[in-house]
């Protein structure tokens, strides 16, 4: 497809692991992107892969690329409350542009 | 650096009206994003500029929308006139590069009458 997918909704219990799955459209992006979004404010980067990277990690992140389906994913272990925001998958794409998904609204319950 | 400053932060005004959002990117930043936010529509770039020039306006949604960028340090998106579907948080955003990490202000949150 055109467009990069996610799906637009994630409720979790403090505590348990999220993970938030976006497809992208590009098989040459170079660069994928998590920004996170909290109420009232802009979009701010989260973390981002080099497209030769299967996994990168940095503390309660693991980002995972699956380039052969397209896919990526962002798991956010020990989930807290402060976690709550809206999480969107971007992609560089080949033709110098850059793709957005529509966000992935993550609430985390007590 | 005080990160990309818009303004203002909440605007209502009535149809027909005329709106004018503001921005100041980062200094040394040589893109400049405008986005427009909404739940139906999620994410969308209305236009961007490189070194004050616009590159890509194609995302503008009609003619009642225009964006000028006079210096590497200002941008003005201006919708004239307003319509009740203009309601929406607009972003702007910059960057080094086209690709690179975006840096996003806190949006300006129109409602339109």
């Known amino acids: 497809g055109e467009d990069v997918e996610q799906s637009l909704f994630l409720s979790v219990r403090e505590g348990d692991s999220s993970v938030i799955n976006c497809t992208y459209t590009d098989s040459s992006s170079t660069y994928l992107y998590w920004y996170k979004q909290e109420p009232g404010a802009g979009l701010q980067l989260l973390t981002y892969?080099?497209?030769?990277?299967d996994m990168k990690q940095d503390q309660r992140l693991t980002v995972l690329l699956n380039k052969k389906d397209k896919h990526l994913s962002l798991r956010i272990a020990d989930t807290q409350t402060g976690d709550s925001a809206i999480y969107f998958c971007a992609e560089s794409i080949s033709n110098n542009d850059m793709r957005f998904g529509a966000g992935t609204r993550l609430t985390v319950k007590p | 650096d005080a990160g990309v400053i818009q303004s203002p932060r909440h605007e209502v005004t009535e149809m027909g009206q005329e709106v004018t959002l503001r921005c100041k990117p980062i200094s040394g930043h040589d893109y400049l994003f405008w986005y427009r936010q909404t739940m139906m529509r999620g994410l969308e770039l209305l236009i961007y500029?490189?070194?004050?020039?616009?590159?890509?306006d194609s995302g503008m949604p009609e003619d009642r929308f225009s964006a000028k960028m006079p210096n590497a340090s200002f941008s003005t998106l201006k919708i004239q006139p307003s319509e009740p579907r203009d309601s929406a948080v607009y972003f702007c955003a910059s960057s080094f590069s086209r690709t690179g990490e975006l840096f996003f202000g806190e949006g300006s949150r129109l409602t339109v009458l």
């Open positions: 500029f490189n070194n004050n020039v616009p590159i890509d």
């Open positions: 892969i080099f497209s030769n990277m």
